[in-house]
Antibody, heavy 119, light 111 residues
Framework: QVLLQESGPGLVKPSETLSLTCSVA????????WNWIRQSPGKGLEWVGY???????YYNPSLTSRVTISIDMSENQVSLKLTSVTAADTAVYFC?????????????WGQGTLVTVSS | QSVLTQPPSVSAAPGQHVTISCTGS????????VSWYQQLPGTAPKLLIY???QRPSGIPDRFSGSKSGTTATLAITGLQPGDEAVYYC????????????FGGGTKLTVL
């Protein structure tokens, strides 16, 4: 049973960089695709992007100039960086695992972490 | 405005059945696998259906998926109070550089 745990600051100032980490326990990080999905308060799901160890990363076109998803194999962690944040980036951010890309079969999710962008 | 269109809400009594539609286009639903997720209040989404019709282990067969053309459908039979949740469809959109897309979500109320 894989366990995913997101961590990072709950409050980020406008124009700064949002940095989150997803710690993966119980699975080999290089066997799966790793996704970040966010949900603004009271809203639906928004795909942020995904990566595969040793493979390509794919990002939401509306975020691609500001987002980076990467894997740290030594720490068994997946990270998300989003630069130049605004209030519109306030959301619960979920780390999630899938067997393959294409936004399909995302079968394990972290509990999510709320990030608020405010001065 | 979501790329995939879902009805905002559906409702039915316990024991009855409901269907939730997810309408997209040739660049997403029609040409890629669709997944369905259930989100209970305050929790992370849970995978119900993948590859249009497949259920992960542990998901009861009361939940089923189908797809025809640009519309995917989630059906739930034998409704239970615990099924009250928001349901999302998701797939890949291969226009431009490709991106993951979700429906806006459908709130299921079990009357």
């Amino acid at each position: 049973q894989v366990l995913l745990q997101e961590s990072g600051p709950g409050l980020v100032k406008p124009s700064e960089t949002l940095s989150l980490t997803c710690s993966v326990a119980g699975d080999s990080i290089n066997d799966y695709y790793w996704n970040w999905i966010r949900q603004s308060p009271g809203k639906g799901l928004e795909w942020v992007g995904y990566t595969l160890y040793g493979g390509n990363s794919y990002y939401n076109p509306s975020l691609t100039s500001r987002v980076t998803i990467s894997i740290d194999m030594s720490e068994n962690q997946v990270s998300l960086k989003l630069t130049s944040v605004t209030a519109a980036d306030t959301a619960v951010y979920f780390c999630a695992r899938s067997d393959y890309g294409g936004n399909n079969k995302i079968d394990s999710w972290g509990q999510g972490t709320l990030v608020t962008v405010s001065s | 405005q979501s790329v995939l269109t879902q009805p905002p809400s559906v409702s039915a009594a316990p024991g009855q059945h409901v269907t939730i539609s997810c309408t997209g286009s040739s660049s997403n639903v029609e040409s890629n696998y669709v997944s369905w997720y259930q989100q209970l209040p305050g929790t992370a989404p849970k995978l119900l259906i993948y590859d249009n019709i497949q259920r992960p282990s542990g998901i009861p067969d009361r939940f089923s998926g189908s797809k025809s053309g640009t519309t995917a459908t989630l059906a739930i039979t034998g409704l239970q109070p615990g099924d009250e949740a928001v349901y999302y469809c998701g797939t890949w959109d291969r226009s431009l550089s490709g991106e993951g897309v979700f429906g806006g979500g459908t709130k299921l109320t079990v009357l």
